[in-house]
């Protein structure tokens, strides 16, 4: 059954929109109906994704790993008269080449991937709360990662870790503000093609290998990932809440 225009009235926040996974989620909502914010810290690429989108889409820009950023963009939409009631924390990093087995891990690599990926998502959630209890609630979705469930991190001590730290976040966010109508949800996407993982995709070796390693046998697209989002989002999902929901071909059930 199609699910077409199950986001109507909806004003949705996507953060990292101006590439891959968030900008296909964006796409995707303002075809369910919804208006979208487009949230990115860069500027260029924000604007390119509203601008495909059209005039349900407006970009703000956001650093989700400085608070003034992300108390600003939401004081923006609230003057604006569009505070979210769905908010995909989503924006993330992956530091390819300099991730790596804790014995040879940067306090810097280890300090970019936190702040971006969980204090990110922290303050991301933070404010989105703080907005929702003035609203009458909403739906909030964390992006995690396989890395953060099963040992598809061992090379990435960083990256794991703060996904990880993503899906205890979702728990205890959901379990505190159940009662004032705010669900919380952490969806997991596999490997997924986009502008982050070039260091695999690029590499036939390292992409044949990734894949072996996935039941449903092929990479995923960012599109593969909308249908989770869009069902958390609406009123489908009204009685989810604290869950993760892998969208990985089968990848953690190895
Ligand atoms: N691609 C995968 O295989 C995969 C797998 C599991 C989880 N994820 C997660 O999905 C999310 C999206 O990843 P993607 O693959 O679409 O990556 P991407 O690199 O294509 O897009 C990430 C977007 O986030 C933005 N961003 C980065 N830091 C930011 C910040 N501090 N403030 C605001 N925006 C910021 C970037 O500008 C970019 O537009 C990430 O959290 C990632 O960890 C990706």
């Known amino acids: 059954m199609s699910q077409q225009g199950s986001l109507i009235g909806r004003i949705a926040l996507v953060t990292g929109s101006g590439s891959g996974i968030g900008k296909a989620v964006a796409e995707r909502f303002a075809i369910e109906g919804a208006r979208v ?13 509203a601008e ?43 530091l390819f080449g300099s991730d790596a087995p804790i014995a040879d891990l940067e ?15 922290f303050l991301t959630v933070k404010h989105a ?10 739906s909030i979705i964390l992006t995690g990662s396989p890395t953060g469930i099963n040992g598809e991190g061992r090379d990435f001590t960083a990256y794991s870790s703060s996904k990880a730290g993503i899906h205890g976040l979702g728990r205890a966010v959901a379990a505190a503000y159940a009662e004032q109508n705010i669900r919380v949800n952490t969806v997991v996407p596999g490997y997924t ?15 044949a290998a ?4 996935i039941p449903l046998g092929r990479p995923g697209t960012p599109a593969d990932v909308c249908g989770a989002m869009v069902f958390l989002a609406g009123d489908d ?7 993760l929901f892998t969208v990985d071909g089968g990848m953690t059930t190895l």
């Open 210 to 213: 990734i894949t072996s390693r």
């Open 193 to 207: 093609e986009t502008p982050l993982v070039t260091a695999i995709s690029s590499d036939r070796e390292a992409r």
């Open 129 to 138: 709360v703080r907005s929702m209890l003035t609203t009458g609630g909403g």
């Open 37 to 49: 914010i487009i949230a990115d810290r860069d500027a260029t690429a924000a604007r390119e994704t």
């Open 52 to 94: 495909r989108i059209g005039d349900s889409a407006r970009a703000v820009v956001m650093d989700i790993a400085d608070e003034q950023s992300v108390v600003d963009a939401f004081a923006e939409l609230t003057a604006a008269d569009l505070a979210p009631n769905v908010v995909v924390a989503n924006a993330g990093v992956q």
């Open 107 to 121: 306090l810097d690599t280890w300090r970019r991937t936190i702040d971006v990926n969980l204090t990110g998502t």
């Open 237 to 243: 999902a009204a009685f989810a809440t604290g869950a």
